[in-house]
């Protein structure tokens, strides 16, 4: 399932000889909408880190290294998808920006066998007071954080 306003976008990766290059997120993109301060995340295989919400700020979400489980969950009152759940996978296999706009719940979960590096170009700077969380397990998302073996 999508949910509203969120963006999900195939990035390039140019490797050469010399290494590789990972794009993220340009100015002149038209995803962009401002900067606040960009920061890395890492988190080990099978730790979760959420939930948290943001009153304000918007997230552009990369991860260059490893992968992880990010899933979403509107609480929106006036959004479309309110109630819905999203899974993305992100990482190395799957190298994509995932834009979040404010007032949606997100977490994720290192998967595979390495820790995962994840980048976010937040458009404020970081304020303890912006942000809301809830304990990982917590009823009030319907999401079950174990292995799916389809």
């Excluded at 002149?28 to 948290?52: A, L, M, Q, R, T």
């Amino acid at each position: 399932m999508q949910i509203e306003g969120v963006v999900v976008k195939q990035l390039r990766k140019i490797p050469d000889e010399r290494g590789c290059i990972y794009h993220m997120l340009r100015c002149d993109d038209p995803d962009f909408e401002k900067f606040g301060e960009i920061y890395f995340s890492v988190v080990y295989p099978g730790v979760i880190k959420g939930w948290h919400l943001h009153k304000k700020m918007t997230l552009n979400y990369a991860v260059i290294q490893g992968m992880i489980k990010l899933v979403l969950y509107d609480a929106r009152e006036n959004s479309a998808t309110k109630g819905e759940l999203m899974e993305i996978f992100i990482g190395e296999e799957n190298y994509c920006l995932v834009k979040m706009p404010p007032g949606i719940w997100n977490g994720y979960k290192g998967i595979g066998a390495k820790p995962a590096i994840v980048a976010n170009c937040a458009t404020l700077p970081h304020d303890p007071d912006e942000m809301i969380r809830l304990e990982t397990f917590s009823d009030e998302i319907p999401y079950d954080w174990a292995l799916k073996n389809k």
